[in-house]
C-alpha cells in the first residue's frame, strides 16, 4: 500500500511538507525535520498567532477530577508559603528557591477543593492527554502531523500561578511548548549532568546550567529535542500546550513486540520439541547441554527471521489505546454520509496491513486505498464511503458500532 494514491476527499490532507508555515517560524515542514528535528531547539514567536486556551480555567479545573483524566498537582512549598504579590516576577524567584523549594505531587483526579487557592503562588496543575476529552485540543495537535502519527503522543496542558513550574528537568521526547494564556520564561541549556536532586518526588535536575532564556507570550512556541534540560516558570497566572512525541526505548520496545509477537503465534503450527537421541550419560548433570543450547538459539533465529509477523505486532503495539481510554458504543452507519475516526482512535498502517486500537486487518486493492486514507485524513467522504466494497462497509460499520468512529455529514 506505501506510495499509493490516495482518492480525492473533501476532507483536507495534511499541509505540503514543503510548504513554508508561521508554526514553524516561516519553515516548511521538511526544513524543520532536517535543521532542528532531534537535533537542536528552536524558538519561534507567534507560531500560532491569536491563539486561545483549548478550554478555560474552570473547565480545567473540572476535567481535573474526573475519573478517567490523568492530572497532577505540583506545589513548591516554599512559594507556597509567600505572600500573593511578593513572588516578584515569577522566573528569578522560583529560581532562587528551586533547590529547596519542599515539592509535593499529588495524582489525581483532582476537585475543586483539592486544588490551592488562585493567590497562592508557586503551584502547577497537569493534565496529560487533553485532545482525548476536549475538541479543541484535538483540532491543535493536527497541526503537528507532519511528524508520523506512530510517533505523536498527546497534548498535555499546564495551568500554573505566579511561579509555578515542574523545576529544571529533561524529557526523553520530543516537544513543542506553546503558549496559549499568559506568560512562562523558560531557561534551556544542553544536559551536561543527569543526577537528579534526593528526596524529591520529581526528577529535578541537582545542577542545571541554562544557556538561553526566553519569555514565551501567547501564540509563542519553543520546540525542544530529548535530552534538553529546561525550566519553565509561569510569570502571572498561564497555561502551557506541551505536544510530545513518542520515542520508543530500544529493550523495552523489543520486548513489548516480542511478548505481542509470542501470544499471538498460531497455536495449530505444528510443534518443534526439542529432541536428545544421542545425549550420552553424565558426571555433571548440573550442566546445560550444547545441544539444548543451540535449540534455543535456533527458535529465537526463527522467531526474529518471521518480519511479517514482528511488522504485525509493531502496528498493533503502535496503535494500542492508552490506558484510562474506553470507547463508547455507537450505532450501524447510515446512508449517505462520510465518517471521521474518534479522537482517541490511533491509527497507522504498513504496506500490507492497517493498524487500529491494537487489532490489525490485512487490506488490499481499492479498500486499502480506502483505510489509508482514512488514517491519513482521519476521515472519508460520503462519496468515498458509497464506492466502499461490501467487506470495508462491514468493517466500517462495525468500528461505528465500536465507537472508533462516527457518521460525519
Not at 493536527?142 to 515542574?166: C, E, H, K, N, W
Request: with cysteine.
Amino acid at each position: 500500500m506505501r506510495g499509493m494514491n490516495a482518492p480525492a476527499s473533501s476532507l483536507p490532507l495534511p499541509p505540503s511538507p514543503d510548504t513554508p508555515t508561521p508554526l514553524l517560524g516561516g519553515l516548511s515542514p521538511s526544513a524543520f525535520m532536517r535543521r532542528h528535528w532531534q537535533k537542536k531547539p528552536l524558538l519561534i514567536r507567534q507560531a500560532v498567532p491569536g491563539v486561545q486556551a483549548p478550554l478555560d480555567r474552570a473547565a480545567l479545573f473540572a476535567l481535573a477530577g474526573e475519573e478517567a483524566v490523568e492530572s497532577r498537582l505540583i506545589v513548591q512549598q516554599r512559594l507556597a508559603q509567600a505572600q500573593p504579590g511578593k513572588v516578584g516576577k515569577g522566573a528569578k524567584a522560583a529560581a532562587a528557591v528551586a533547590d529547596d523549594a519542599g515539592w509535593s505531587l499529588k495524582h489525581g483526579p483532582l476537585n475543586r477543593r483539592s486544588l490551592p487557592p488562585l493567590t497562592q503562588p508557586g503551584w502547577t496543575l497537569l493534565v496529560q492527554g487533553l485532545d482525548l476529552h476536549v475538541p479543541a485540543a484535538h483540532e491543535l495537535l493536527q497541526r503537528f502531523r507532519f511528524v508520523p502519527d506512530a510517533r505523536l503522543d498527546d497534548l498535555m496542558i499546564s495551568y500554573a500561578t505566579d511561579g509555578g513550574g515542574v523545576g529544571p528537568h529533561y524529557d526523553s521526547y520530543d516537544v513543542f511548548l506553546l503558549q496559549v494564556h499568559g506568560q512562562r520564561r523558560w531557561r534551556v541549556g544542553k544536559l551536561k549532568d543527569d543526577s537528579l536532586q534526593p528526596d524529591v518526588p520529581l526528577k529535578i535536575l541537582s545542577h542545571f546550567e541554562p544557556e538561553e532564556e526566553y519569555l514565551l507570550e501567547p501564540g509563542d512556541m519553543l520546540y525542544l529535542p530529548p535530552m534538553w534540560a529546561h525550566d519553565g516558570v509561569a510569570q502571572g497566572e498561564c497555561m502551557t500546550c506541551s505536544i510530545g512525541f513518542r520515542v520508543p526505548e530500544a529493550t523495552e520496545l523489543a520486548r513489548e513486540v516480542l511478548i505481542r509477537f509470542v501470544e499471538e503465534l498460531d497455536s495449530e503450527a505444528p510443534r518443534r520439541l526439542y529432541r536428545d537421541p544421542k545425549q550420552e550419560a553424565t558426571e555433571t548433570p548440573g550442566l546445560i547441554p550444547d545441544a539444548l543450547e543451540a535449540f534455543a538459539a535456533d527458535a529465537i533465529e526463527r522467531l526474529l527471521k518471521d518480519r511479517d509477523g514482528l511488522r504485525s505486532a509493531l502496528g498493533e503495539i503502535l496503535t494500542e489505546p492508552k490506558p484510562r481510554v474506553w470507547f463508547e458504543a455507537g450505532e450501524p452507519l447510515p446512508e449517505g454520509v462520510g465518517v471521521r475516526l474518534d479522537a482517541r482512535t490511533r491509527m497507522v498502517y504498513d504496506g500490507q496491513r492497517v493498524f487500529a486500537n491494537g487489532e490489525s486487518w490485512r487490506a488490499a486493492g481499492q479498500d486499502a486505498r480506502h483505510l489509508c486514507e482514512l488514517a491519513d485524513r482521519r476521515g472519508l467522504s460520503a462519496k468515498t464511503v458509497a464506492r466502499a466494497s461490501a467487506t470495508l462497509r462491514e468493517l466500517l460499520n462495525q468500528w461505528a458500532e465500536d465507537g472508533w468512529l462516527h457518521p460525519q455529514p
